[in-house]
């Protein structure tokens, strides 16, 4: 099975998730991990697609939010060019029926207050056409900067495990 991974980050915890959740993939083939400032809108090449993003203003970021998060560091965004809101409004699945799932960063607050990027990614792929499979993965990070919350990152190590099972058990 090949496996697209693209992430969304600004201050680089979505990253981390994504590089924790391709290795999980790898078990079941080729994983490409792609920023979405590089990712195709074209998805012949990949047999399964997991889409993950930071939230911003309780969904998926925007230009706004994005510009905000460049003014709080001295460094560049991770991503820089769009947004996944944005990847997301230009993809189409490479045969009908292609299976996909989301992740998302958050604050470490309950959900009500913060909002999830993953469940956003999630409607929008299900709407392009995707199969969506499992529950979205939500991984909490310490303030607006992060870092991960302790344990996070094998929280996500186990997320994309209980998917490869799943996919593993019944195919794609
Ligand atoms: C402009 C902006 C808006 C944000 N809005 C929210 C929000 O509504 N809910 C939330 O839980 N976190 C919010 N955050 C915190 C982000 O979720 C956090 O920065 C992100 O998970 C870090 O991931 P990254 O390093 O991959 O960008 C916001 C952060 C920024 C910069």
């Known amino acids: 099975m090949r ?6 980050s600004m201050f680089g915890n979505t990253e981390r998730v994504a590089r924790v959740v391709a290795d ?4 079941l083939g080729p994983v ?29 970021s925007r230009p706004q939010t994005r510009a905000d998060a460049a003014t709080r560091i001295e460094f560049a965004t991770v991503t820089g060019r769009h947004g996944l809101r944005e990847w997301l409004d230009i993809v189409s699945p490479a045969s009908p029926d292609c299976p996909a799932a989301t ?4 604050a470490a607050m309950p ?8 469940r956003a990614a999630r409607r929008r ?9 499992g529950k979205p993965g939500d991984f909490r990070v310490s303030g607006a900067l992060g870092p991960l919350i302790d344990g996070e990152l094998v929280r996500a190590g186990a997320w994309a495990r209980e998917l490869t099972d799943a996919v593993a058990a019944v195919g794609c």
């Open 32 to 60: 490409t991990v792609l920023n979405v400032d590089d990712a195709p809108s074209t998805l012949d090449a990949f047999d399964f697609v997991v889409a993950g993003a930071p939230t911003h203003v309780f969904g998926l």
């Open 3 to 8: 496996t697209l991974v693209v992430f969304e």
């Open 103 to 106: 992740f998302g960063t958050r």
């Open 111 to 118: 959900r009500v207050i913060t909002g999830c990027a993953a």
């Open 24 to 27: 999980e993939f790898a078990r």
């Open 125 to 133: 792929l299900h709407r392009a056409g995707f199969r969506m499979v």
